[in-house]
């Protein structure tokens, strides 16, 4: 026989059933105003602010003091008309945020240690607000996540924004001049950002270490960094095991190169222009990984050594590349260069290149469908030192010397679709030594007629 639950006992379940049932209460809102000019201070109101409310502070003037926000649900805001100034005490920083729900808006941090630092948070709103002159940092998140939108960071004693084992989305920042990079991630660190300009910073524009992890998409422009470091600056720096990814972006004019990838790094590169910078135009070494896609990468190494051998378009050692659709073209060295390593090329065109087209060595592997290699000094196409390759329908036409050269034991092997060595000042496939062959020469056509001939007397097969 079932038996009712005891009175007290309906009645707390008649009482949970109603907190249930009742409509959440938004706390109400306080608006202050803080004129710093009449000896008001930030701190003060933040202190005496009861508890309970959510807190709008509208600031007037220039504030000597390092403000500490400590509270959920603020809004720290600059007047609409005149702004506010946040002029930090030397040592201290500018803006500490460790609570939920703040926004910091329309105001100028400068001056101190730091600019603006959030720490423990997750959701910390920083937007139209200038950081200027800061001795270190002008915007750290420190095991938090900030969002940041319409700001400008600039003339910071070290990295414009710094990620420590932290997060940030960027939408619309200029982040320019700082003695540093532009944005450093490590530990990682995780950074979005789009429709934003990284500008002159005088280390690199972009860096992420240790495991940390990047999307750069959406109209950025990474321009003319590196320009004061003693080891030029990359436009992006990825190292550490660290991955990004890049598309619909401008990489242009930094001191060293472009995009540069180290130890056991990853990149995705789609659709961006990556051009005059100093150095290659992009790098990966150490175990690397660069996948490109739709890009152009043209005019780098302006600031390189006159030594071919040491500027490409492309360059990869002990790592993987895969190209597709990219226009790799203009280099003082060559388009591609590739040691030690792997590399799929698939419809790209490398051209215009005075040291070559693509040079591979030592040991080095290629898969390459339907590429265009055109009107390039010195070689088109050149396997070296053991290297082996695979062509499938590929175009290699009016090159400076060889359309093809094979040396050091290399092999070729043509498979598939047809291709076209013709027009090129020397042979259209030159094999410099008996070591090295190749199987499927009668697929390769050599039109229009090479200036040597077509397939050089020294070629045999494996």
Known sequence: MKTAPPKAARLAACFVAFLLAAPVLSAPTLKWTVDCSRGQSIGRALEHAPPGFKLTLTVRGTCNEAVVIERDDVTLQGDAVTGAVINAPRLEIGITVRAMRVLIDRMTVQGGNDGIMVYGVMDTYVTNTTIRDVARWGLVSKNAHAFVRGCTVERSGLDGISLQRGSARLVDCQIRANHGAGIGGGNASGLNISGSTVASNGSDGIWLDMSSQATIHDDNTITSNGLSSTAPGAGVNVTGGSTVEISASAITNNAGPGLRLYG??????????I???????????????????GNTIAGNGTKAPNDPNFVSGVVVHTSNLDLSGNQIASHPGTGVRASAATVTSYENTITGN?????LLYPASQLVMNNDIISRNGAFGLVLSLNSVAQLLGANVQFNSGDGITLQYGSKLNFVAAASTSGGNSGYGLQCVDPESSVVGAQMLTASPPNGQGGVSPGCTGF
């Open 354 to 358: 005075a040291g070559g087209g693509v």
């Open 275 to 293: 051009t005059g910078n100093g150095s290659n135009g992009v790098e990966a070494y150490g175990s690397s990984h660069a996948s490109l896609s």
């Open 264 to 273: 056991k790094a990853y990149a995705t590169a789609t659709n961006n222009t």
